[in-house]
Structure formats: structure tokens, C-alpha cells
């Protein structure tokens, strides 16, 4: 969380400096990085992304070229652009690189694990998160007695 939040002071002065060629790298950071922090809450290990290591490789690479390709193509001072199936280059690599690919791939996820909507999954996920917050102090969490009630 503390990467996200130094990335977001980042696109801060980014965008305060009018550098939008870093602002837009450093959005796919917290882009891609917000997934990777979503998977990592629930992991016994901190800095693992598992079972989303290949789509937030795939999202960041995806991500990265795709930008780049734009950057590299586009320019405010160009006014004619070669066209491929109809599109300017520039839309194109944005249309393939920053929408269609990386929803392709949320749709390759959802199929490789179907089962995660499965009870016993579920149930596993819930001894799990069970199991690190045991014997934690946690400051929302209702105080359980050793009757099995509430304290107050």
C-alpha cells in the first residue's frame, strides 16, 4: 500500500508538472499495482501475487507497450496518420493495447479458474483469513468471551 500511495503522490507532481509521458507510465503502475495488492491482502506471504502473477505480468506488459507504442507514434504537430483497418496507428495501439488485450485476459482468468465460485474454495478462503487473524488484536473485530459471547 505504501508503493500505491508514493505512486499516486508521483502522478501528483506528474501531472502538476505537465509531464504526461511519466504521468501515463506511472498510471499503469498503480494500475497494475492495485491488482497486485488485492491478491497480496490475502496471501500468507507479502509480496505474493499468486494466482494473478501472469495477469498482472501480462496487464503491465500489455500496459507498457501499448503506451509506447502510442507515445512513439502520436504527436500533437502530426495532422496525417497511416491508417490500418481503418484506424489511425495511434488508435489502433490504443484500442488493441489499453482495452482489448487486458480484457481478454480478465476473460482468459475468468475461464482458467471457474472453480473460484465453488463452496469449497470459498470455504478454504475463509479458514484461511480465519487462520491469520487468529490471535490478532484487531481493532473492528467483536471481542469473543471463553463462554463464547461477546465482550463488552
Do not use: H, K
Request: aromatic share 12%; glycine share 10%.
Amino acid at each position: 500500500m505504501g508503493i500505491l500511495a508514493l505512486l499516486a503522490a508521483a502522478l501528483l507532481v506528474a501531472a502538476a508538472v505537465r509531464a504526461y509521458r511519466v504521468f501515463s507510465y506511472l498510471a499503469i503502475g498503480l494500475l497494475v499495482g492495485s491488482i497486485g495488492v488485492a491478491s497480496i491482502e490475502r496471501n500468507r506471504s507479502e509480496l505474493s501475487v499468486a494466482p494473478y502473477n501472469g495477469l498482472v505480468v501480462g496487464w503491465a506488459a500489455v500496459f507498457v507497450a501499448g503506451f509506447t507504442g502510442i507515445w512513439l507514434l502520436w504527436s500533437p504537430s502530426v495532422t496525417s496518420y497511416s491508417y490500418v483497418l481503418g484506424l489511425p496507428t495511434p488508435t489502433l495501439v490504443y484500442v488493441v493495447c489499453i482495452w482489448l488485450l487486458p480484457i481478454l485476459g480478465a476473460f482468459y482468468y475468468a475461464f482458467v479458474f471457474p472453480e473460484i465460485g465453488d463452496d469449497d474454495v470459498v470455504d478454504d478462503i475463509m479458514d484461511d483469513a480465519r487462520e491469520a487473524q487468529r490471535d490478532r488484536n484487531l481493532p473492528l473485530a467483536p471481542r469473543v468471551g471463553t463462554d463464547g459471547g461477546e465482550d463488552e
